[in-house]
DNA sequence: GTGAAAGCGCTAACAA
DNA sequence: TTGTTAGCGCTTTCAC
């Protein structure tokens, strides 16, 4: 069936080479923009090309080419839910990516940690992979091992938290000076008629995603809502345990408490202390990332609006992005993109 | 550089032969699931597969098929600023899948027309066309002329609007009944405090997507919001004009308006209406897809919210369905969801 | 500077 | 039921 449909078959390098009277190695050259072809040359090849509508097939490329991949992802070592999801999606993409010539892995390396991170980074033996996925703070150390990688050919991207200072190449993830406005706007509206302190929970001041959300956070409070007030942030580095532990002194010390804004992790500390006290009023919670955790509370109501960015999307992009990087050849930056999702109990998924 | 990297070369189908001891056409035979092969035979080739680890090469299989892919999308023919949005990404996606062996083409019909629809998707040839993507109304005639496209092998998709009566292999877009419902809710907590009535705009009862969002929006505003009147909807086909010229006598009946819920096309006379009457109490305004309309509305605080997809990934991802549900090989599902993005003005794009 | 020729891993006639 | 063989379109030695 569709026999007839099969055949508008596209121009090759054949096609071009007797057009343009030269071999294919030579048309090869012009393609790749390789050194070594007469300038009258490759007018007559680039000719062709024009004339013939040619266009290279990246499948037939791919296996000439015969070049394998091995990308490796640094990852904190904490029970973050959002970070098992990274990993989870890591796995999973690997196993496609294997029908492409690709080899994916992970490392975790302690969380808030920038010497162990550096330590890690300096690990990778940059003859064996093409490129590193680095999430992690922004500090000398890190920027440093960066740089040596970055020396040795290796591809970095920085998914979630950028290190804009370092020399990676790409920054995976949402803008999160925009997901802290986001928040802000949620948590402002969703709190119409009230005034009050709201409380910002993040995890170090030392990961740059959680800095940049309360930097879009207090902007748009500031700007938009006058009758709250943002308290300073509680650090909690992740620790749902920590977070339980200082919270009754937070709620103690302003009764006005209307709002908590949860920009890290750690919600599990957060919904027991929630859960513990059923007489208090319950403050207007915004989260991050939509995970087992953050899922039910949404449907429950204890959370009222969650702001994430799939897991899926930024592995599979931070993926693209080093191949491309590494291949030298284009990125589509509208597909990769990482949306700021917002989830409210009614577009749960 | 990276020399020795490039060398952890995967076993290929001559490994397998080799360890299997067949020809390769039976190892093709066998990873194709192609008939003609013992039971004995197919055994063992499995066995040699596990043992190795083998995994196909998808570049040199597509190499090999030199198969050519013409999938065509079916739009509505109007001003409607989210199908403009398509048909440029459609354009767009189709100059980078020319590398892959894949032509894309669209065709534009007269917009709330099954008809006309029905007769545009009679006239393409099935022999010319390994897919087709349709929008447009679920009614008997579509439905027929879906049918006739997949008694002649060709894959159909829904994009944006589901037709699921029909043959269609999938639905490519949000669940609208969610997105109706994450209006409602957004609506109804940024009216906290008020009571009032809410008008909602759509575009056709023949458009599944509206009456869809229709459903859900009314569900939540039930459940959730008492104080709140939802109004029947108002039917502008998509039509700025018609919209403009009916919203007068809509505020004038209803002096308690407080909500609009836009979940169709003709943004444009909404806008109109309000900018003329700058001494109305201004309605909390929900409306649908971010466009070159919506995102100045949004930022200057017309609008209040918009919920949109991504009319990229709804191209890029319907292509991929339709080709990987005409190569018969599984689609990652997880990947062709498509988002329900809500949008602020702080998140804005 | 340029060309000839041997593959890359898989598929698909055609033979046997 | 199984095997042989000639490619798919491009890249890459190596020779001229």
Same mark, same amino acid.
């Given at each position: 069936?569709?026999?007839? *449909?099969?055949?508008? #078959? /596209?121009?090759?390098?054949? &096609?071009?080479?007797?057009?343009?009277?030269?071999?294919?190695?030579?048309? &090869?050259?012009?393609?790749?923009?390789?050194?070594?072809?007469?300038? #009258?040359?490759?007018?007559? !090849?680039?000719?062709?090309?024009?004339?013939?509508?040619?266009?290279? &097939?990246?499948?037939?490329?791919?296996?000439?080419?015969?070049?394998?991949?091995?990308?490796?992802?640094?990852?904190?070592?904490?029970?973050? %839910?959002?970070?098992?999801?990274?990993?989870?999606?890591? /796995?999973?993409?690997?196993?496609?990516?294997?029908?492409?010539? #690709?080899?994916?892995?992970?490392?975790?390396? @302690?969380?808030?940690?920038?010497?162990?991170?550096?330590?890690?980074?300096?690990?990778? &033996?940059?003859?064996?992979?093409?490129?590193?996925?680095?999430?992690?703070?922004?500090?000398?150390?890190?920027?440093?091992?960066?740089?040596?990688?970055?020396? /040795?050919?290796?591809?970095?991207?920085?998914?979630? @938290?950028?290190?804009?200072?370092?020399? $990676?190449?790409?920054?995976?993830? !949402?803008?999160?000076?925009?997901?802290?406005?986001?928040?802000?706007?949620?948590?402002?509206?969703?709190?119409?008629?009230?005034?009050?302190?709201?409380?910002?929970?993040?995890?170090?001041?030392? %990961?740059?995603?959680?800095?940049?959300?309360?930097?879009?956070?207090?902007?748009?409070?500031?700007?938009?809502?006058?009758?709250?007030?943002?308290?300073?942030?509680?650090?909690?580095?992740?620790?749902?345990?920590?977070? $339980?532990?200082? *919270?009754?002194?937070?709620?103690?010390?302003? %009764?006005?408490? !209307?709002?908590?804004?949860?920009?890290?992790?750690?919600?599990?500390?957060?919904?027991?202390?929630?859960?513990?006290?059923?007489?208090?009023?319950?403050?207007?919670?915004?989260?991050?990332?939509?995970?087992?955790?953050?899922?039910?509370?949404? @449907?429950?109501?204890?959370?009222?609006?969650?702001?994430?960015?799939?897991?899926?999307? *930024?592995?599979?992009?931070?993926?693209? !992005?080093? $191949?491309? #990087?590494? @291949?030298?050849?284009?990125?589509?930056?509208?597909?990769?993109?990482?949306?700021?999702?917002?989830?409210?109990?009614?577009?749960?998924?």
């Amino acid at each position: 069936m569709k026999a007839q *449909l099969s055949s508008p #078959t /596209n121009p090759t390098i054949n &096609d071009i080479a007797r057009v343009a009277e030269v071999s294919l190695a030579t048309v &090869d050259r012009v393609l790749n923009a390789r050194p070594g072809v007469r300038e #009258t040359t490759v007018a007559k !090849v680039n000719r062709a090309i024009e004339e013939l509508g040619y266009v290279r &097939d990246t499948a037939a490329a791919a296996l000439a080419r015969g070049r394998f991949y091995h990308f490796t992802f640094v990852l904190p070592q904490n029970d973050n %839910a959002f970070i098992a999801l990274l990993e989870q999606q890591i /796995n999973m993409l690997a196993l496609t990516m294997r029908h492409e010539r #690709t080899k994916l892995s992970a490392v975790r390396v @302690a969380a808030f940690d920038p010497v162990a991170l550096a330590k890690a980074i300096e690990a990778i &033996d940059p003859a064996t992979v093409d490129g590193v996925a680095v999430f992690g703070p922004e500090t000398p150390s890190v920027r440093d091992a960066i740089s040596h990688l970055k020396a /040795n050919g290796v591809t970095v991207v920085s998914p979630v @938290a950028d290190i804009p200072s370092s020399e $990676r190449d790409h920054y995976i993830g !949402v803008d999160n000076v925009a997901a802290g406005r986001t928040a802000a706007q949620l948590m402002g509206r969703f709190l119409t008629g009230s005034s009050g302190k709201i409380l910002v929970v993040s995890g170090s001041m030392l %990961a740059r995603d959680h800095l940049e959300r309360r930097l879009g956070f207090d902007e748009v409070i500031a700007r938009d809502f006058p009758d709250l007030d943002v308290l300073p942030s509680v650090e909690c580095r992740d620790d749902p345990a920590l977070l $339980r532990q200082l *919270l009754p002194a937070v709620f103690a010390d302003n %009764a006005d408490l !209307v709002g908590v804004y949860s920009s890290a992790g750690g919600n599990e500390g957060l919904l027991e202390y929630l859960a513990q006290d059923p007489t208090a009023k319950r403050p207007v919670v915004v989260a991050h990332e939509l995970t087992d955790l953050t899922r039910p509370a949404l @449907a429950e109501g204890w959370f009222d609006a969650v702001i994430s960015q799939d897991a899926g999307h *930024l592995v599979r992009s931070a993926v693209r !992005v080093m $191949r491309a #990087t590494s @291949a030298r050849i284009p990125i589509n930056s509208a597909q990769e993109r990482i949306r700021i999702e917002i989830l409210l109990r009614d577009n749960l998924i």
